[in-house]
C-alpha cells in the first residue's frame, strides 16, 4: 500500500497560530437495555431548571513553565451540594488543578499516589487504586517517561513524567485523567480530572476575559462517590444525579451587554453528553481539541461526549437580562433521550460596551486536501455483549491480547470506525489528531461541522450503527500506544486496542 510522507510543518501549520455544589435529579437512563446497550426504550426527557446559585469559580493554575509541578493523587473532602464527601481528588482539590503551558516547553511532573492503601479490588477484579496519569490531546511520545500509560504506581509510590513539548502545537485545550486499564471508570468518576492548556501563538485573542468550564456529573452515596454494583454500568456507562460546572451549581457568570468572553469547555464525565446551547445566543466556536480555527463557526447547538473540548467566543446580549447554558435532550442510546438541563446562567448587567467578534482566528488553519485512495486504510468495528466491549471482535486484555493495527511514522492513513452496536461512541485515539472526512448516521449539525471545518480532534463521536472516516498524520512519535472508546466504562470492559506506530521504512 502506497503512503505519503508528511514532514511536521505540514501538521502543524493548520492546528496552531499558533469548590462545590451540584444539581441532582433521578437517574437519566432506565435500566431496560438489551444486549449490546441497545433497544432503550421511552423517553427520559424533562427540565432540571436550578435556580443560579454561586459566582463562576474556575480551578487554580499550576504554572508548568516555572518549573517542576506536583500533582498527588489522594483522597479529600469536598463540598457536594453543601454536604461534604471523600472525592478523589489531585492535589486535593475538585476539579484538579489547571496545568499551563507553551510549545517548546519541558513540562516536569513529579507525581505521588496517596490514594488509599487498603483499596482492594473493584468489581471487574482489577486493584482500585493502582493509578498513573494520560495527558490527553498532547501530541508528546508514548513512551519512556512521557505519555506512557502502560506505567502504573501501587498506593504510597511516587515517580515523575516528563514530556518534550517541541512538537505540541500552541492554542490547544488538553487535560490529564487516570489510564490504569480496569481502574480508571472509579477514579475518574470520584473526581480525577484536571485540564491542560497550552498557550495560544496569536495576539488575536488577548484582550478577551477566558474562562476554563469543566462538565462532570456524579452520585454521591454515603460519603463518597456512589460504588459500581453491576457489569450493567459499565455496559451503559454512568451517569450521576449530580451534574456540576467547575464543581458549582448552576454558577452565574457575570458580563457586561456587549461584551465578549472565551469559554473552553471540556466534557469530564464519564457517559454523559452535552448538547450545548445558550439562550438567545450564537456559540463561535474557534477551536477544538486540537487547536484553534480559521474563523469563528456561528453554531445555535453543538454536541459534547465525554473527552471532548471546545474553545468557543461568545458576544453578550446588548440587552440586559439572564441567559442560561443549556444541555438539551439527546439521546445517546437507544431511543432515551437525556433531560433538558441548566449548566450555567450568564447574567448581562452593566455598562454596555462594544466588543467584536474577530473575523480571523488562525489564517494558518486548513483542511488537508489530498487524494486518499493510496493511502494505507485502518478498519475498527466497535461493538458491546455479554458484559464486555469491542474493538475487531477482540476485547482488551493487556497490549499482546488486544485488537492491534500498524502504521508507519511520517504518513497519512485513513482509518474508518464502524459502530456495530445501538449507542454513541466517543473514539479516542492517543498521540495523533486527526480530520473528519465523513459521518454516517447521528447528528446531522456535528457531521456538517466536523467535515467543514479545519478542526483537528482526537475524540469524535461514532454514531449507534453508524461509519466514521478520518484523515489520520502518524506524526514524529514511535511506539504503542493506545485507541479506545471515551464512555470510560466501555474502555475498562475492553472497547480499546493497541496503536504500534513503527520507525519509517528505509
Known amino acids: 500500500m502506497a503512503t505519503r510522507k508528511i514532514t511536521r510543518r505540514e501538521f502543524i501549520v493548520g492546528a496552531a497560530v499558533g469548590t462545590a455544589g451540584a444539581v441532582t435529579f433521578g437517574s437519566g437512563l432506565a435500566r431496560a437495555a438489551m444486549m449490546g446497550g441497545g433497544g432503550m426504550m421511552g423517553s427520559g426527557s424533562g427540565t432540571i431548571n436550578p435556580p443560579p446559585g454561586g459566582t463562576l469559580k474556575e480551578p487554580p493554575v499550576l504554572d508548568g513553565r516555572a518549573g517542576v509541578i506536583s500533582l498527588e493523587a489522594c483522597q479529600a473532602p469536598v463540598s457536594i451540594n453543601g454536604t461534604t464527601a471523600q472525592l478523589l481528588t489531585y492535589n486535593g482539590i475538585f476539579p484538579g488543578p489547571t496545568i499551563t503551558v507553551a510549545r517548546g516547553d519541558i513540562l516536569r511532573i513529579n507525581f505521588k499516589n496517596s490514594l488509599p492503601m487498603n483499596g482492594g479490588t473493584n468489581i471487574l477484579g482489577h486493584p482500585r487504586y493502582h493509578t498513573n496519569i494520560h495527558t490527553h490531546g498532547l501530541h508528546v511520545s508514548p513512551q519512556g517517561y512521557a505519555d506512557n500509560v502502560m506505567r502504573m504506581f501501587m498506593p504510597g509510590e511516587s515517580d515523575y513524567y516528563e514530556y518534550n513539548l517541541t512538537k505540541q502545537p500552541g492554542g490547544t485545550f488538553n487535560f490529564y485523567h487516570p489510564h490504569v486499564h480496569g481502574a480508571v471508570s472509579e477514579q475518574y468518576w470520584g473526581g480525577m480530572v484536571g485540564a491542560l492548556i497550552v498557550a495560544d501563538e496569536t495576539n488575536v485573542l488577548a484582550g478577551i476575559t477566558t474562562h476554563t468550564l469543566i462538565l462532570k456529573d456524579i452520585t454521591i452515596s454515603g460519603g463518597v462517590p456512589e460504588p459500581y454494583t453491576s457489569t450493567m454500568e459499565f455496559m451503559h456507562g454512568k451517569e450521576g444525579n449530580t451534574v456540576m460546572v467547575n464543581g458549582q451549581v448552576n454558577p452565574v457568570l457575570s458580563v457586561r451587554p456587549g461584551e465578549v468572553r472565551r469559554l473552553r469547555l471540556l466534557n ?5 453528553f452535552y448538547n450545548l446551547s445558550l439562550e438567545g445566543h450564537a456559540l463561535q466556536v474557534i477551536g477544538t481539541e486540537g487547536g484553534l480555527l480559521d474563523r469563528p463557526y456561528p453554531l445555535s447547538r453543538i454536541l459534547l461526549s465525554p473527552g471532548e473540548r471546545l474553545d468557543i467566543l461568545v458576544k453578550a446580549s446588548a440587552t440586559a437580562g439572564t441567559y442560561r447554558l443549556l444541555s438539551l435532550p439527546y439521546a445517546r442510546q437507544g ?3 437525556s433531560p433538558t438541563i441548566t449548566l450555567l446562567t ?24 489530498m487524494n486518499t485512495a493510496m493511502l494505507k486504510k485502518q478498519s475498527l468495528t466497535l461493538s458491546m455483549g455479554q458484559g464486555r466491549g469491542y474493538i475487531n471482535g477482540i476485547s482488551f486484555q493487556s497490549m499482546t491480547s488486544a485488537a492491534m493495527i500498524h502504521s508507519e511514522v511520517g504518513t497519512y492513513e485513513v482509518w474508518e470506525i464502524v459502530n456495530n452496536s445501538g449507542m454513541d461512541h466517543p473514539f479516542h485515539q492517543h498521540v495523533n489528531p486527526c480530520q473528519v472526512l465523513s459521518i454516517t448516521g447521528g447528528d446531522a449539525g456535528y457531521a456538517s461541522f466536523l467535515t467543514t471545518a479545519p478542526a483537528w480532534k482526537d475524540v469524535v463521536i461514532i454514531p449507534k450503527w453508524g461509519k466514521v472516516t478520518m484523515l489520520v498524520p502518524v506524526m514524529d512519535y514511535v511506539g504503542d500506544t493506545m485507541f479506545h472508546c471515551h464512555i470510560i466504562e466501555h474502555e475498562d470492559i475492553g472497547m480499546m486496542g493497541v496503536w504500534m506506530i513503527m520507525p519509517p521504512k528505509m
Open 346 to 369: 450568564m447574567k448581562c448587567e452593566g455598562a454596555p460596551v462594544k466588543d467584536t467578534i474577530p473575523s480571523v482566528i488562525n489564517p494558518g488553519a486548513s483542511r488537508v486536501v
Open 268 to 272: 469530564a464525565s464519564n457517559a454523559r
Open 335 to 337: 431511543m432515551m433521550s
